[in-house]
């Protein structure tokens, strides 16, 4: 389980996640032009470079009732007309099966420069409404949930399971959501930078922070919001015969992919006994870190991690190794996944601070990831960060991807 060549990330975009688009009159179809220019210019090169594109998206049929989205892209920017295209569906997860789609492509020599996008749009429509079409990525009709809104219910769930193996005290996933919000306030794109909280938002005060679902309130919530992110990757061969410079680009030196079931209380029952609550997210983990030749989360700087809710972040501690199995806890409580801590976690804000336009998280997780490693995070900078790792889900952990990028020769 080697990679037998590595992607390099020549540059990339990211729309500005507190955009409401369709109160400007724009649609999916603008944030597709504004993402693929803007990471055509950063990285550096014409789109006639381009060879292969990958959209990734979930909901654009149930939002807007547009599909067909790998050919949107050729249509609002004609310089790529004639280019193969292709768009990817895996909840959450979406462009990060993008990303897999295009490095193997890279990887077969099929092509050398490959356009991955991630796009999704949500405040076209009212809020409950796009919360039922996100339900398309459970088992529609068959997860067996009393509620009304199912993910915050499927995620407390996790909190209600994570209660049973081991207790669960709610302060530690309040400080989760409070971390991620404050480094949001960092992050120039972030959908939540200027929000206000006062004392009481981080606690389980019912009117500052009320419950949603059993086991999930207001603050626990990521912030599904519009937006789109695109990135440019690209082999050695072709960085080198334009002129780049190799070492000092960033590189994805391992990958993970796995994936599970749809319902959630079957992936909870079969992991019963194990060390973890779902062992698909920790051998995908483990992959990633096989591939790119490391022993484990000890490796890295930092880590962009999916937060769709403070129990999926809670989830992930323990799953990266930061922590044994159901003690999260503890690297919360001893600053690991602060700034400044030993393993940063979500320097961008996450989910939950930075927001989540579904199908474009994963691309997004990634190109943050790269300006980490390359110095170029601005406030959100981990020092001397060399070497991050993601974790992408769809679902409720039944798609799961993780990349691991890096600076350095390729």
Known sequence: ??????????????????????????????????ATLGALDASGIAAQAIQSIHVGNAF??????????????AQVVPELWGVPAMRHEGACASSSLGVLSAMAEIEAGRYDCVLVLGVEEFKNLPGDQASRNQNAAAWQGREDIDCRYMWPAAFGLLAGEYERRWGLDRRHLNRIAELNYASARRNPLAQTRRWQFDERSFTDDDEANPVIEPGTRR???????????AVVLASPRFAREHGLDVPGLPRISGWGHRNAGLRLKDKIERSAGQDYVFPDVRQTLEDAWR????????????????????????????????????????????????????????MSGGLIGCGHPVGATGARMLLDSARQVTGQAGEMQIEGARRMQTLNIGGSCATVVSFVVERGAA
Request: aromatic share 6%; hydrophobic share 35%.
């Open 291 to 346: 591939r790119a030749g490391v022993a484990g989360v000890a490796d890295m700087d930092g880590v962009e991690t999916h937060d769709c809710f403070s129990t999926t972040e809670y989830m992930a501690i323990d799953h990266l190794g930061l922590t044994p199995p159901g003690q999260s806890w503890r690297a919360v409580e001893d600053g690991t996944i602060e700034r400044g801590g030993a393993c940063p976690v979500n």
């Open 219 to 229: 603050q626990d919530c990521g912030q599904v919001t519009d937006g789109a992110c």
């Open 60 to 73: 654009g049929e149930l939002q807007r009732q547009q599909a067909h989205l790998g050919s949107m892209v």
């Open 1 to 34: 389980m080697t990679t037998p060549a590595q992607t390099l990330i020549l540059g990339g975009y990211q729309s500005d996640f507190a955009r409401a688009w369709s109160r400007e009159g724009l649609d999916i179809s603008d944030m597709v032009r504004e």
